[in-house]
């Protein structure tokens, strides 16, 4: 199956670029603290980020959605419309999700894990790029979600 890269991005739509990428960063101030933490993170896990990493999970199976939607359908066509609907409706879905998670303590490695992990698939084409620009924070976020979720550098 051919990977569906979108052409528009949340950011674009609803978050505000890159002021979105901070927000949802933001909900993990303990992650600054951290470094070499990597390994898999489970989403029913026990412990004071349950509820961040449960609200991570479900970003992230809402993400998925979004990327296999049919982002070459032509605009104005019953599919283009249709695509456009589905990608409109996971948009408004994550949009409290994220609220969430921004409101939530993170505490422990793991809700920062978490946190870092959706952040990493829901901007996937920024990390894999390595960053838009040189601006140090956009680095620097870069830099610590990589290290939070083990991903090697670009």
Not at 64 to 90: I, K, M, S, V, Y
Request: hydrophobic share 45%; with cysteine; aromatic share 4%.
């Amino acid at each position: 199956m051919a990977e569906h890269v979108p052409t528009t991005r949340r950011s674009d739509l609803h978050l505000g670029g890159s002021t979105g990428r901070k927000s949802l960063l933001s909900a993990a101030p303990a992650a600054l603290a951290l470094s070499g933490i990597g390994g898999a993170v489970q989403a029913a896990a026990p412990g004071p980020d349950a509820e961040l990493i449960a609200h991570c999970a479900r970003l992230d199976a809402l993400e998925r959605e979004f990327l296999a939607t049919d982002f070459g359908a032509r605009p104005g066509t019953a599919e283009g419309n249709h695509a456009e609907a589905e990608q409109d409706r996971l948009l408004a879905a994550q949009d409290p999700i994220v609220d969430a998670i921004c409101n939530l303590p993170c505490t422990t490695h793991e809700g920062a894990i978490a946190v870092a992990r959706s952040l990493a698939l829901w901007d996937a084409e920024f990390f894999k790029r390595g960053g838009p620009d040189d601006y140090t924070n956009n680095r620097l976020i870069v830099a610590l979600v990589r290290g939070l979720t083990g991903r090697a550098a670009a």
